[in-house]
Nanobody
Framework: QVQLVESGGGLVQAGGSLSVSCAASGRTFSSYGMGWFRQAPGKEREFVATISWSGSTTYYADSVKGRFTISRDNAKKTVYLRMNSLKPEDTAVYYC?????????????????WGQGTQVTVSS
């Protein structure tokens, strides 16, 4: 069992930067693939970024590629999402998720554990 707790969300102006973190409980964090997803009001949850257990493989949604960076620190059992050049359309609740098996994947249905989310609001 893994528990995920996101932090670091907040309000930022367009063009600004923000980092969100996801701290995991349990002893096997390094065996999980991790992902970030987001959900804006009235929209479906969408993929943002994913990282493999070792950090060697990452994938990004086209909408965030070049602006967002996912990383992880297995010793700290934490995954990060650094968001630069933020746009109002990045406003959403951001969720982290963990997937057994360590692979990076874009499919939300492959994830086994989810955090409660953290709100990111980008003002224009």
């Amino acid at each position: 069992q893994v528990q995920l707790v996101e932090s670091g969300g907040g309000l930022v102006q367009a063009g600004g930067s923000l980092s969100v973190s996801c701290a995991a409980s349990g002893r096997t964090f390094s065996s999980y693939g991790m992902g970030w997803f987001r959900q804006a009001p009235g929209k479906e949850r969408e993929f943002v970024a994913t990282i493999s257990w070792s950090g060697s493989t990452t994938y990004y949604a086209d909408s965030v590629k070049g602006r967002f960076t996912i990383s992880r620190d297995n010793a700290k059992k934490t995954v990060y999402l650094r968001m630069n050049s933020l746009k109002p359309e990045d406003t959403a609740v951001y969720y982290c998720a963990a997937k057994n098996g360590g692979m990076a994947t874009l499919d939300p249905y492959e994830y086994d554990y989810w955090g409660q989310g953290t709100q990111v609001t980008v003002s224009s």
